[in-house]
């Protein structure tokens, strides 16, 4: 518990201080809150959502958790602490107190759900996003940080709140998706899981249920997404493009969520600065994840393309053909 203290002090020096403040006292004056996290989620956003949660409903706070889209909680999400604190979009009250806007880089990653902001008397947005619009009364933005559930790491400091085994285990969760499994990370990273796993969470476990395990049918997914994936070595001036398109039919009753993942695996070609990967939503509508190693900073193409996101990873929605899409991202790449 020493090493916590003294840990604690540290990171409370920082900068974005007196925001971090303002956020503690409006969250020790919410009457009631909505928790709000970003559509399809992932297990940063939902584990920073819950973990919030859990500070405020320990204070006898009414919280809601919840996400516009989909309607409910992908069950890989369903081993996360107090889970059962998440409501359906339907079920979110029309106005409370306080909302608070977890891992959102723009209101338009709430979905539906971004009406509740006007509604509540203040709107806090915590968020790691460098292209974030900065949509709430309050933001307490730090680009800097690995993920979201670093900046809640902090907010539980400033707040005096003990991080238990529950909350750890939500932090833990969003912290080891968002680093790629402390690949791409800094040292205040390891630290805070160092801290985390000291709580006694079972950090293996929960990498594992979160990151590797799929279903039987993903194999057949992957195997005919990833034949068809196109390597263009001239592209980003000849740093190399390498993209994939997931349509519809690929997915074949898999969880959306699996989608997520091809990323992953398409990026790792050695010939390609920058990876890109179509996902069909419907026809002529795609979402695109955008990866890169080094030196390009995709989120600048993606903010050109309508979407946003980090240098090394980002992400926009186009209503076009694959082949159109493609030919844009080329042409942003330069
Ligand atoms: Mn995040």
């Known amino acids: 518990m020493a090493e916590a203290a003294v840990g604690s002090h540290a990171q409370c020096i920082t900068d974005g201080q007196e925001e971090l403040e303002h956020v503690a006292a409006l969250l020790r004056s919410a009457e009631s809150a909505t928790v709000l996290c970003h ?30 889209e989909p309607l409910t909680l992908p069950d890989v999400f369903a081993g996360l602490p107090h889970s059962s604190m998440i409501v359906s979009p339907d079920e979110v009250a029309a106005d409370t107190d306080i909302v608070i806007a977890v891992d959102c880089g723009s209101a338009d990653r709430l979905g ?16 790691h996003h460098r292209s974030n619009t900065r949509f709430g009364t309050v933001n307490y933005i730090d680009p800097s940080a690995d993920s979201t559930s670093m900046l809640i790491a902090r907010l539980y400091d400033c707040l005096g709140e003990t991080i238990d085994e529950d909350v750890a285990h939500c932090l833990y969760a969003g912290l080891v998706t968002d680093t790629g499994s402390f690949r791409w990370c800094g040292p205040a990273a390891h630290l ?17 249920d979160l990151l590797d395990t799929h279903p039987f049918g ?61 996902k069909q939503l419907g026809p002529g509508r795609w979402s695109v994840s ?42 942003e790449l330069g």
């Open 290 to 331: 955008l990866r890169s190693k080094q030196s390009v900073d995709v989120a600048r193409v993606a903010k050109a393309l309508g979407g946003g996101g980090h240098a090394r990873s980002a992400g926009f929605t186009a209503d076009d053909s694959a082949d159109a899409i493609v030919a844009a991202i080329v042409r």
């Open 218 to 278: 993903r194999l057949a997914m992957l195997s005919a997404v990833l034949g068809d994936a196109q390597l263009l070595p001239d592209a980003a001036g000849g740093q190399g493009l390498v993209y994939t398109t997931v349509r519809v039919e690929d997915m074949d009753g898999l969880p959306e969520d699996e989608r997520e993942t091809v990323v992953d695996i398409v990026r790792t070609t050695g010939e390609a600065e920058v990876a890109a990967v179509l």
């Open 192 to 208: 805070l899981a160092a801290r985390l796993i000291g709580t006694g969470i079972n950090a293996p476990v929960i990498t594992r």
């Open 112 to 127: 539906a759900l971004a009406d509740r902001l006007a509604a509540a008397r203040a709107s806090i947005v915590i968020d």
């Open 39 to 68: 559509v399809f989620p992932d297990a940063d956003t939902l584990g920073s959502g819950l973990a919030v949660a859990i500070a405020l409903s320990r204070w006898g706070v009414p919280v809601q958790v919840s996400f516009a």
